[in-house]
Nanobody, 123 residues
Framework: QVHLVESGGGVVQAGGSLRLSCAASGPIFSGYAMGWFRQAPGKEREFVVYISAGGISTYYADSVKGRFTISRDNAKNTMYLQMNSLKPEDTAVYYC????????????????WGQGTQVTVSS
């Protein structure tokens, strides 16, 4: 059982930056691919980015490419999402997720989820 806790959300003006963290506990963190998803009010939860277990492979949704950067520190059991040039349409609850296989972009493919952290971008 992997337990995930997100932090770092908040309110920021458009053009600003935030860094989200996802702390993991449980089985060996380095064996899990990780992803970030987000859900805006009234919308489906959508894929943002994933990173492979070793941190070598990443894949970004077009909407965040060039603005967001995912990383992980397996020694600290923590994953990060650096979000720059934030836009009002980035406003959502951000969730981290883990899966015990190769990384994936579909939320149904993930086994474990955090509780989410709210990101609000004001215009």
């Amino acid at each position: 059982q992997v337990h995930l806790v997100e932090s770092g959300g908040g309110v920021v003006q458009a053009g600003g930056s935030l860094r989200l963290s996802c702390a993991a506990s449980g089985p060996i963190f380095s064996g899990y691919a990780m992803g970030w998803f987000r859900q805006a009010p009234g919308k489906e939860r959508e894929f943002v980015v994933y990173i492979s277990a070793g941190g070598i492979s990443t894949y970004y949704a077009d909407s965040v490419k060039g603005r967001f950067t995912i990383s992980r520190d397996n020694a600290k059991n923590t994953m990060y999402l650096q979000m720059n040039s934030l836009k009002p349409e980035d406003t959502a609850v951000y969730y981290c997720a883990a899966r015990r296989r190769s990384p994936a972009a579909a939320k149904a493919d993930y086994d474990y989820w955090g509780q989410g952290t709210q990101v609000t971008v004001s215009s």
